[in-house]
């Protein structure tokens, strides 16, 4: 497999589950991405892990919860999610220096999600 | 602190004319400013960037675009447009006085190309 991989692609739950989403990336990267993307609403970024630590967390409800064990892996994991949680979840990951980086990022298919 | 603007949500443009998708950014430093893809139900992909040097840049499937300082505006555009440029496109910017390799992303511009 190449670039950024993402599983489940497709994913129905309801209110009371658990679930969890995967993002592998084969790139080498140092940085992975978690956004959610609802429909006619801006790119949100929900969490930012740079070699590993959590750098970034944009008030995302806590029924969200981020892993990373290493730095090609990344999950997800839900619990108790709301009908306005359905959306296309993005994973991506970029090789980021110290400092400021010109470096594009890689995003995976995305997982769509439906919260019933 | 960074921010970008997509002012149009939609851009309609026939097949073999040219089209342009507009995005005008804010920065406190020098930006380098990005274009992406989406193709529905997929990810986004990197079209192409401007980091320095040359105010024209050229990308993938023919795309370029034009970084003009002045009017801190970085559009992109293609001279003949296809059906299958038919997609979402998203600009996004990155402050080089703030440090942080995280970008800020527009809402994203939808373009269809009418046959």
């Known amino acids: 497999e190449t670039g950024v991989t993402q599983t489940p692609r497709h994913l129905v739950m309801g209110m009371t589950n658990k679930k969890s989403l995967k993002c592998e990336q084969h790139l080498g990267h140092n940085a992975m991405y978690w956004y959610k993307q609802s429909a006619k609403k801006p790119l949100e970024l929900m969490f930012v892990y740079s070699l590993e630590e959590r750098v970034e967390n944009n008030s995302v409800p806590s029924r969200f919860s981020p892993e990373c064990p290493n730095s090609s892996h990344l999950f997800l994991h839900l619990h108790t999610l709301q009908p306005e949680d359905s959306a296309l979840y993005l994973c991506a990951s970029s090789q980021e220096p110290a400092g400021t980086s010109a470096n594009e990022q890689f995003f995976g298919p995305g997982t769509r999600l439906t919260v019933l | 602190a960074q921010s970008v603007a997509q002012p149009e949500d939609q851009v309609n443009v026939a097949e073999g004319n040219p089209l342009t998708v507009k995005c005008t950014y804010s920065v406190s430093g020098n930006p380098y400013l990005f274009w992406y893809v989406q193709y529905p139900n997929r990810g986004l992909q990197f079209l192409l960037k401007?980091?320095?040097?040359?105010?024209l840049v050229k990308g993938s499937y023919g795309f370029e675009a034009e970084f003009n300082k002045s009017q801190t505006s970085f559009h992109l555009k293609k001279p003949s447009a296809l059906v299958s440029d038919s997609a979402l496109y998203f600009c996004a910017v990155r402050d080089t006085s703030g440090g942080s390799y995280i970008p800020t992303f527009g809402r994203g511009t939808s373009l269809i190309v009418h046959p």
């Open positions: 401007y980091i320095t040097g040359d105010n």
